[in-house]
Antibody
Framework: QVQLVQSGAEVKKPGASVKVSCKAS????????MHWVRQAPGQGLEWMGW????????HYAQKFQGRVTVTRDTSISTTYMELSGLRSDDTALYYC??????????????WGQGTLVTVSS | EIVLTQSPGTLSLSPGERATLSCRAS???????LAWYQQEPGQAPRLLIY???NRATGIPDRFSGSGSGTDFTLTISRLEPEDFAVYYC???????????FGQGTKVEIK
């Protein structure tokens, strides 16, 4: 079965960077786009960007342009999300999620367990 | 960016009742890129509906989605205890294209 396993919780100081990993298993890694989504405490879901594991091509939400970098290592079926210039309002749970599609539409049916990133001085 | 507005913010209902959740887009959305998710406290979101009206694998048939253009609806025909959660709609589109979520509707026990 499809599994997305993320790295553990991080505590960072303002201005620092954080890199979260998402290891995929149970499917062909390069066949499916991977997205990153975050959720601040008590808030809704916010899309950050995606990567094509096949080509390495990326697309980011305008809000995060210049601060977020998503990469992948196909040899270990892992995607990474790095966020720089951390601020207190970047404190959130960060999820990776796999995009699928069929004739009915596009969907994100598989999610990682989430990685809590806390930004505090 | 396409903004999704969900209403109501909170829906207070009893088990067995019908729930109707609305998602309105600031501009027309492709139905193939409209999905609904359920999120319980401390859990990752769970896909319910994609393509506006297609139930995801394993989702009970009490969940249904409908709509097109700018107005979409998630209906839960008879609420079960496990259905009390937060529901989000999601779309892809706009210029530049981006994925966005609605702010969520919380379905709580009355």
């Amino acid at each position: 079965q499809v599994q997305l396993v993320q790295s553990g919780a991080e505590v960072k100081k303002p201005g620092a960077s954080v890199k979260v990993s998402c290891k995929a298993s149970g499917y062909t890694f390069t066949d499916y786009f991977m997205h990153w989504v975050r959720q601040a405490p008590g808030q809704g879901l916010e899309w950050m960007g995606w990567i094509s594991p096949n080509s390495g091509g990326t697309h980011y939400a305008q809000k995060f342009q210049g601060r977020v970098t998503v990469t992948r290592d196909t040899s270990i079926s892992t995607t990474y999300m790095e966020l720089s210039g951390l601020r207190s309002d970047d404190t959130a749970l960060y999820y990776c999620t796999r995009e699928s599609h069929n004739s009915g539409g596009y969907y994100w049916g598989d999610w990682g367990q989430g990685t809590l990133v806390t930004v505090s001085s | 960016e396409i903004v999704l507005t969900q209403s109501p913010g909170t829906l207070s209902l009893s088990p067995g009742e019908r729930a109707t959740l609305s998602c309105r887009a600031s501009q027309s959305v492709s139905s193939s890129h409209l999905a609904w998710y359920q999120q319980e406290p401390g859990q990752a979101p769970r896909l319910l509906i994609y393509g506006a009206s297609n139930r995801a694998t394993g989702i009970p048939d009490r969940f249904s989605g409908s709509g097109s253009g700018t107005d979409f609806t998630l209906t839960i025909s008879r609420l079960e205890p496990e259905d009390f959660a937060v529901y989000y709609c999601q779309q892809y589109g706009g210029s530049p294209p981006a994925w966005t979520f609605g702010q969520g509707t919380k379905v709580e026990i009355k």
